[in-house]
Every structure is written in structure tokens, then in C-alpha cells.
């Protein structure tokens, strides 16, 4: 899989055209060089470094730990453990495991980053399955719909709280979201929760994600998503139920979820929810966002904790999410190395590059857009 791969010509995304046939069709503006010129550079420098740009032996490493880490936890917690004391540190380890899972093997198959071979990029999406989500349709709402119409109202499902809260401009505002800056963060756990039980069904049996339609699965898509979900639901509760009693199930795997949903959404939510993230609008008579799709990406993401090498390795390089949205077919590892030529380029072009020094100036930033968006309904 060559860098070309990554790239289509005037300002689509890979993924638009199939999302064309199943949902809204949107069109960006004419892009004037940045994306080609940036291309270029970025592909000159991985032909002068010999840069791995997947199948990196770092990823596999990665994948081996956060494996090992997932399956000792999980059979300690639940084969071992016997009083709160020992069970309540395994779940904290279990949870994070899990996590780690979404943001590091999960996300680069999803995203065909993680080996230049389609059975391995196939297999370490389908990890999602294990842990509660569908890759099937996380690759239709994130890989489709998120990555090529990031924070437009509407089409990026992923800024979508319902009415439980606003991250866009453009969403409603309503008298209870004055304290969403206070009650989102548990509330995100409970999405994790939502999700396993309830939206991958509801958006395969509807199939539709907000105003976007996408293709029900059939044949083996249909089966791997059935056995997906038969799979979790043994290991969060069938297995554990034959050591333990249902009320001690129910509760770790709320504790479990709720963690792990708190740590998926803030990262998130630090990347486009934020205060110097874009939020555009489509014209409702041409049905086009008016910046190239490119500068689109980087004026809608912000990145974060940089210099972070810590940082970097827990979230899967999401604290690059500019260059993720450029290059979402190059593995998270290398993310840093280009960051240099993403952002020397954007300012060359005029492009808003957008990054927060630290995770805690991220979190900050993303308090005091909720706070904005619950107390005013126009935001500049």
C-alpha cells in the first residue's frame, strides 16, 4: 500500500466517494496546492528515511504488551480475585487494557495502518469486537463519515451527544446544558456502556447514523458482527458468572466501562472539541463546505501533548490528530515524524495549525468550550 493510497485528488478523502453512495453528499472547496504540496513532502521524506510506514516492528511490540496486559488482568480479575481489595485494582489495569486496545490495535486496522496486509489489518480491527464495539460499523461512523465530514452538525456522528450535550455550535442549546461543563465527564462512561448495548444495533437495524445511510452487513460481515457481540457478552458476563455473583458482575462491569469510556471520549473530545477547532457549516443551496478537504482536516483538529512521549504511547498517537487526518493510512508510530513537515507546510499556506502544549492545557481547553457553548448560542 503506497502513500498514494492515502490521497485522492481535489480535496476527497479516500472514503468520500463510497460515502457518497449511502449518505449526504457533501463537496469541499477547490484545494489551491497545500494538499498536493504537502503530499509531496511528506512522501519525499518517507523515501529519504526509509520510514516504515506500516508493519512496524514497534507496533507489534506495542500490540504484544497491551495483549498481555488485557488477558493477565482479565483472568486474574476473574479466575483469582476474591475480595475488593484485590478485585478493584485488576479492573483499573483491565479498563485501561481495554482502551489501549481501541486507541492503538483496533484503530490502526480499522484504518488499514497497521500492516501492508489486509487479513492483519482485518483481524487487529476486529479486536473492537472483543471488547464491545462492532467493527463493522465503527469503520462506517469513524473510518467514513468522521473522517471526512469531521464536526460538520449532522454528518460527523461523533459530536453527537444527543440532547445530553453540545460540542458544536450549530446544536441546540438547551436550559440544562448551564452545568454540561460539570456533568458530561462521568456521563461519557455511560456512553460506553450505550454503545455496547444499544447504538451498534440500533444502527445496524435502522441503518442510518444521523443524517448518513450505510450498508446493513450481510453474509460474514453479518456473522463476525453476531459473533462480535456473542463474544463479548461471555466474556463480560458469561464467564465471570460462573465465579461470581450477578451483583458483583454488573457492578465491575459498569466500573470497567465506565472508565474505559471516560478515558476513549475525553481524547476525543481533546482533538475536536475544543476552543480552536473549526466547526464549519455546509451551504444549504450548494451543499459544500468552503474550505479545501484538507485544510478542512487541519482546521478542525488540534493537537496535543506533542513532546509527550508517554502521552503519545497511551492514546495511539491520537495527540497527532492533524496528521492522523491527513495520513489515517500511516501508522500511528510515525505521527511524530512528520508533524515537522505538516505544520512548516500549513504555515507556509496560511493554514490554521492548531496544538495544545499538554494534556492538561487539552483538558482545560475542552472545560471551557463546554462552559461557552452552555451559556451562549452564537460563538464566533
Not at 453512495?21 to 472547496?29: A, C, E, I, S, V
Not at 469503520?139 to 456522528?157: A, E, I
Not at 444495533?201 to 453479518?222: A, Q
Not at 471520549?265 to 480552536?276: G, I, Y
Request: include cysteine; proline fraction near 4%; charge should be positive.
Amino acid at each position: 500500500m503506497s502513500m498514494q493510497q492515502t490521497w485522492v485528488p481535489r480535496g476527497e478523502t479516500p472514503t468520500s466517494r463510497v460515502a457518497c453512495d449511502f449518505g449526504p453528499r457533501l463537496k469541499f472547496g477547490h484545494d489551491a496546492g497545500f494538499q498536493r504540496e504537502l503530499r509531496r513532502r511528506v512522501e519525499d521524506f518517507i523515501r529519504r528515511t526509509g520510514l516504515c510506514q506500516r508493519d512496524c516492528p514497534r507496533m507489534y511490540v506495542k500490540t504484544a504488551v497491551i495483549l498481555a496486559a488485557f488477558m493477565l488482568s482479565y483472568a486474574l480479575l476473574v479466575f483469582v480475585a476474591r475480595t475488593w481489595w484485590q478485585a478493584l485494582p485488576l479492573a483499573v489495569i483491565l479498563a485501561f487494557a481495554t482502551a489501549e486496545i481501541g486507541f492503538n490495535i483496533q484503530h490502526d486496522g480499522g484504518h488499514k495502518a497497521y500492516s501492508n496486509r489486509a487479513w492483519v489489518n482485518k483481524l487487529m480491527a476486529m479486536s473492537l469486537d472483543m471488547v464491545g464495539g462492532s467493527s463493522y460499523v465503527w469503520r462506517w461512523k469513524h473510518v467514513v463519515f468522521h473522517h471526512t465530514y469531521v464536526n460538520v452538525k449532522g454528518h460527523d456522528t461523533d459530536i453527537d451527544l444527543g440532547i445530553f450535550g453540545r460540542l458544536s455550535p450549530q446544536q441546540r442549546r438547551r436550559a440544562f446544558h448551564r452545568w454540561q461543563h460539570f456533568y458530561l465527564w462521568p456521563l461519557y462512561g455511560v456512553m460506553v456502556i450505550k454503545w455496547h448495548l444499544y447504538d451498534d444495533f440500533h444502527d445496524v437495524i435502522t441503518g442510518r447514523m444521523g443524517e448518513n445511510r450505510f450498508p446493513r452487513p450481510r453474509g460474514w460481515e453479518l456473522v463476525l458482527f453476531i459473533g462480535g457481540k456473542l463474544t463479548f457478552l461471555v466474556l463480560a458476563f458469561g464467564i465471570p458468572l460462573l465465579f461470581h455473583p450477578l451483583w458483583s458482575v454488573v457492578l465491575f462491569y459498569a466500573l470497567i466501562a465506565g472508565i474505559v469510556g471516560v478515558f476513549l471520549s475525553v481524547v476525543f473530545q481533546l482533538a475536536h472539541a475544543v476552543e480552536r477547532a473549526d466547526f464549519p457549516c455546509e451551504d444549504k443551496i450548494t451543499g459544500r463546505i468552503e474550505n479545501p478537504w484538507a485544510v478542512h482536516q487541519v482546521q478542525s483538529s488540534v493537537d496535543f501533548a506533542r513532546d509527550s512521549r508517554l502521552v503519545s504511547w497511551l492514546v495511539g498517537g491520537l495527540n497527532f490528530q492533524i496528521e492522523h487526518h491527513l495520513f489515517p493510512t500511516l501508522s500511528h508510530v510515525n505521527y511524530p515524524a512528520i508533524s515537522g513537515i505538516v505544520e512548516g507546510t500549513c504555515r507556509e499556506f496560511g493554514v490554521h495549525y492548531a496544538a495544545q502544549p499538554s494534556f492538561r492545557a487539552a483538558v482545560a481547553s475542552h472545560f471551557r468550550w463546554l462552559r461557552r457553548l452552555a451559556h451562549s448560542d452564537s460563538i464566533a
